[in-house]
């Protein structure tokens, strides 16, 4: 947590950590107070042999918030914690969750099941020889899967790739990986619930993807156009999954453009 002004809530992804936010960090929490944190299973967090949900790595974010005192937060999500906002958002329609979201800007991620096209390394995570590949899972796999997923001109540097796989591996954090990708059946599991709270949503919500990204790029674009009125979306081409690590001015470009509205809106 770090900065003063209104709250910002920033939700990292699949298979890293808060470290993703790095590149944009300085300069938010020049205008910002920024909280984040890693999710159960990532990064620097306790890494349990369990079923890992979604709706528990969500009372981990109310919880935070309420032990701050935090009443009201813009999000900012990427990937797996695309889910995440979107379980958050879903209980906010509801009524019952503790905060309220004042904005939902959301980065790479598989916010429509039918639109992900997982690697074949997640499919094979996901499937039952899951935990003995993870077991095999090293850096050399996580360098080679991260080139497919970045931009052309973007990849990785080596000291970048150390990083992830620093934190990914940190009490031996790969030994879950598996565990972890169940969210590819949750998000079809939940399909309705989360889709339909993009869809119903009233709050500001800003789209902003590298288009180069196999997983979830200009394809899912075209989807989210389809199913969300009104679309405010930013497209930023040669980029890949990971737009803050790969283009970090123009996400804080994004995001402070986005913010600033809400923010004079609000005041």
């Given amino acids: 947590m770090e900065g003063q002004g209104p709250e910002l809530l920033l939700i990292h992804g699949f298979p890293t950590s808060s470290w993703d936010w790095k590149k944009v960090w300085p300069e938010l929490t020049r205008h910002y107070r920024c909280i984040t944190l890693d999710m159960l299973g990532f990064g620097y967090s306790s890494k349990p042999r369990q079923k890992y949900l979604i709706s528990e790595q969500a009372d981990i974010f109310e919880n935070l918030l309420d032990t701050l005192g935090v009443e009201a937060a813009h999000l900012i999500a990427h990937d797996y ?27 790479n991620g598989g916010l429509f099941p039918e639109t992900h096209r997982a690697l074949l390394i997640q499919k094979l995570m996901l499937s039952p020889c899951g935990g003995l590949l993870a077991r095999l899972f090293s850096r050399k796999k ?88 009104n679309p405010d979306i930013v497209e930023l081409e040669n980029i890949g999954h990971y737009p803050n690590v790969e283009a970090p001015a123009r996400i804080i470009s994004s995001i402070t453009n986005f913010l600033r509205t809400q923010v004079r809106a609000v005041s």
């Avoid at 914690?81 to 980065?107: C, N």
């Fill in 81 to 107: 914690g695309d889910t995440v906002a979107q379980e958050l958002l879903s209980r906010q329609l509801d009524g019952e969750l503790t905060f309220s979201i004042q904005s939902l800007h959301l980065l």
């Fill in 142 to 229: 996580l360098e080679k899967n991260f080139r497919k997923i970045f931009g052309p001109a973007t990849a990785p540097s080596q000291q970048e790739i150390d990083d992830f796989w620093q934190l990914i591996t940190h009490n031996r954090g790969q030994l879950v990986m598996h565990r972890l990708m169940d969210y590819m059946n949750q998000r079809r599991q939940y399909r309705e619930r989360w889709v339909s709270a993009l869809q119903k949503v009233s709050i500001p919500t800003r789209l902003t993807v590298g288009l180069s990204d196999p997983i979830s790029g200009a394809h899912m674009v075209e989807r989210y156009r389809e199913l969300i009125p």
